[in-house]
């Protein structure tokens, strides 16, 4: 069994803790601490579905399987990290820092673009798109942006997630939202919206 505690926790949601896993510093391990069993299944069945169809995890982080730990059930993922080995910040994180750094606004603007364009070739659908579930991972050659919650499809007959045309008619309209919702709540981040 997997022992959690504060030292293990590297961020938390409305329904789940998310720890490093304390026998692999390269996954982290999900927890429900408050009614979020529903969102898990859902989120693990279509992490399933996803690891059938064989996708390339560039904008994802891949999900191993459940373990026990002393808080219940813990879903395994990769924990995404920077070069340097830090924990990868979200990108709520640098949108509320951008006008600091605005050096980064191209470099997000463009990992968000190749996010875009990674979800519609391998038509990944999400639910609602985020800037607290998306992280930037900072590497050598640039920024990466990932979705690390929030996946899944929750529709009663889930035919985006099989047929491409619907597929991209979704993610486009999920995309529309997730600009509309950065103009409103990071105004900083305009010049972001108006790139992607």
């Not at 938390?12 to 009614?35: A, F, I, T």
């Not at 994802?60 to 830090?86: C, K, S």
């Amino acid at each position: 069994m997997l022992e959690l505690s504060s030292t293990t926790l590297v961020g938390k949601g409305l329904h789940r803790e998310v720890h490093v896993h304390p026998d692999d510093e390269s996954k982290c391990v999900k927890v429900v601490v408050l009614r979020g069993e529903e969102e898990t299944r859902r989120e693990q069945a279509y992490y399933r579905f996803l690891q059938q169809r064989n996708i390339d995890w560039l904008s994802l982080p891949r999900f191993y399987g459940n373990e026990d730990t002393n808080m219940g059930p813990g879903a395994v993922f990769d924990l995404i990290r920077d070069e340097d080995g830090q924990v990868s910040k979200t990108l709520e994180f640098y949108l509320d820092n951008l006008a600091s750094t605005p050096a980064l606004v191209e470099p997000i603007s463009q990992s968000l673009i190749r996010l875009k364009q990674d979800l519609l070739e391998q038509n990944i659908i999400t639910m609602t798109l985020k800037p607290k579930n998306m992280v930037l991972q900072q590497k050598n050659d640039g920024l990466r942006c990932l979705i690390i919650d929030n996946i899944g499809n929750s529709d009663i007959i889930p035919i985006s997630s099989y047929i491409r045309f619907f597929g991209k008619k979704k993610i486009e309209r999920k995309w529309e939202k997730f600009r509309v919702l950065l103009s409103k709540k990071h105004p900083d981040s305009s010049v972001i919206a108006k790139a992607i």
